[in-house]
């Protein structure tokens, strides 16, 4: 398969018999496309999920498994440094924050994200041991969340379904108040997995750019991305202060002019605060958007033991 699709890019440039070159992607085809052929042998839906769910689990839990060309992976699940800053991303999975966007309520609620396994069952290659979980629901969105990102043209049925998830990635993100060192590790993971995975140089910069310009920079204008039927959505997943700004800054279209806030911890006593959360990480999440997106099922997710996940969670990593 992997020759039969390098002749085929290579034919008409190149003479196969005289070229030691290594394989370059056609420009016709998408990324998502070629990888699942060449890097898993044949370009079919499951394997597009299956690439999917290498790239976003090598992304959380830093290299686990084949393929591998020969590059280390951190990983964001274990805290880090980016650039002399140190970085802890796995806070805003845990529900120590008040940091998950439930859809309604006006201030993020601290939700356990990791309530189906945590890394053993990503290990494994699948999102979650519980479909009913959070985490199964995560991890799929943002597999299907790619794969359109990334041009998977067999995404559609049950294999690699299409995104369900929300639009807006600002909406999705804002309560986290994610930090110019956040995203810049949470983007050097991404890109170090995909070319753990074999990604040509040439396409793990496409994506580092696609990442650093539409979700890394503060106050950038909507732009239609996933679904495309959703139409324009706000994306700055970046909103501290220190992030920098989009050169087309639009603060004006974004809650208190694109500045986020900390969220504060779930744990803080606080009887004014909010309501009926409660510091054990229990709450509802729905997966739909306002506005601008077409009303999609909203699902009321299970409630989850946090004391229990995160010791699971902490066996597992
Ligand atoms: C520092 C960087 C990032 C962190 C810490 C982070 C963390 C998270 C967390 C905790 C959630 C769960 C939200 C919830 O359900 O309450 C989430 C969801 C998601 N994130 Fe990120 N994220 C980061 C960057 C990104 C970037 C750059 C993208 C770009 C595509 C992205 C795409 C998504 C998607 C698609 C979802 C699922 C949304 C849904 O199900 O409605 N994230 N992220
Ligand atoms: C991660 O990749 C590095 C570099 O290829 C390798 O030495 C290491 O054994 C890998 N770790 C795992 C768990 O696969
Ligand atoms: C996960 O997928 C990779 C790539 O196909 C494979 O090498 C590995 O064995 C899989 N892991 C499990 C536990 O199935
Ligand atoms: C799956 O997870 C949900 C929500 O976390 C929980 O209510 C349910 O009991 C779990 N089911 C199994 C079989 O673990
Ligand atoms: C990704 O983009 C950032 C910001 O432009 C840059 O600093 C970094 O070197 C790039 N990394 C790769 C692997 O292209
Ligand atoms: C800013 O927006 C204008 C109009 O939409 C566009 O032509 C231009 O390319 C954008 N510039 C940058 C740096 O994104
Ligand atoms: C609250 O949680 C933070 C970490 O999220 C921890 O440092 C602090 O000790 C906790 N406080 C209490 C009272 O448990
Ligand atoms: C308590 O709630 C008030 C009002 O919402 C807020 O200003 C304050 O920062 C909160 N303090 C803590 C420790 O949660």
């Not at 890097?39 to 299956?50: D, K, M, V, W």
């Not at 049925?157 to 309560?175: C, D, I, N, T, W």
């Not at 997943?237 to 639009?250: G, I, R, Y």
Request: charged share 10%; proline share 6%.
């Amino acid at each position: 398969m992997f020759l039969k699709h390098l002749f085929l890019a290579l034919t008409g440039a190149l003479s196969l018999a005289t070229t030691p070159v290594s394989a370059q992607r056609p420009s016709s085809t998408p990324i998502c496309d070629y990888y699942a052929e060449t890097i898993l042998g044949a370009n079919t839906e499951a394997n597009q999920r299956l690439l999917m769910v290498l790239l976003l689990h090598t992304t959380v839990l830093g290299n686990y498994t084949t393929p591998n060309t020969g590059i280390a992976v951190h990983g964001i699940a274990t805290p880090g440094n980016f650039h002399g800053q140190d970085v802890n991303l796995i806070k805003y999975f845990t529900g120590e924050l008040d940091s998950t966007n439930d859809g309604t309520t006006p201030h993020g609620v601290p939700v356990l994200l990791l309530d189906g396994g945590g890394a053993a069952p990503l290990l494994k290659n699948v999102s979650s041991y519980n479909t009913s979980s959070i985490q199964y629901h995560l991890f799929d969105h943002i597999e299907q969340y790619f794969a359109t990102l990334l041009g998977c043209s067999k995404q559609g049925g049950a294999a690699l379904p299409a995104y369900q998830g929300r639009a807006s990635m600002y909406e999705v993100h804002k309560f986290m108040d994610l930090s110019a060192a956040e995203l810049g590790w949470f983007n050097l993971q991404a890109t170090l997995a995909i070319a753990s995975l074999g990604f040509s140089k040439a396409d793990v910069a496409i994506v580092n750019d696609t990442l650093y310009n539409v979700f890394s920079k503060r106050c950038s204008p909507a732009v239609t991305l996933v679904p495309m039927n959703a139409g324009p959505q706000l994306q700055s997943c970046c909103v501290n202060e220190d992030c920098p700004l989009d050169a087309n800054a639009t603060c004006a279209a974004y809650p208190n002019k694109g500045v986020g806030v900390p969220p504060e911890a779930a744990n803080a006593t606080n009887a004014s605060a909010s309501g009926t959360e409660s510091p054990t990480g229990t709450a509802a999440v729905a997966t739909s958007t306002g506005a601008g997106v077409p009303a999609m099922a909203v699902e009321a997710w299970g409630t989850v033991g946090a004391v229990l996940g995160a010791v699971m969670l902490a066996v597992a990593l």
